[in-house]
């Protein structure tokens, strides 16, 4: 069983940053992949960002260019630094570990004021 554990989250102005982090039990975290997605309400869980086992990336195209995500592997932790952010990123954001049936964080909060 994999726990996940993000932190991180706040609220935060318009055009302001934050970092979270998704820490990861277990001693097979560099072989999978990991992914950030966000969930607003009234709205299903959409992915942001995405980092194989080998670094490639994905990012939905609301973040490209505003969000970065990145893993440490001798932390067992993934990050998404997120700048410049809008109104509309306010949502929960939550870890996701590719390993057999997945597993998801507790998520996060993140509200951006305008």
């Known amino acids: 069983q994999v726990q996940l554990v993000e932190s991180g989250g706040g609220l935060v102005q318009a055009g302001g940053s934050l970092r979270l982090s998704c820490v990861a039990s277990?001693?097979?975290?560099?072989?999978?992949?990991m992914s950030w997605y966000r969930q607003a309400p009234g709205k299903e869980r959409e992915l942001v960002a995405a980092i194989s086992s080998s670094g490639t990336l994905n990012y939905a195209d609301s973040v490209k260019g505003r969000f970065t995500i990145s893993r440490d592997n001798a932390k067992n932790t993934v990050y998404l630094q997120m700048n410049a952010l809008k109104p509309e990123d306010t949502a929960v954001y939550y870890c996701h570990q590719s390993s057999t049936g997945g597993y998801w964080g507790q998520g996060t909060q993140v509200t951006v004021s305008s």
């Open positions: 277990g001693s097979m975290f560099r072989i999978y992949a």
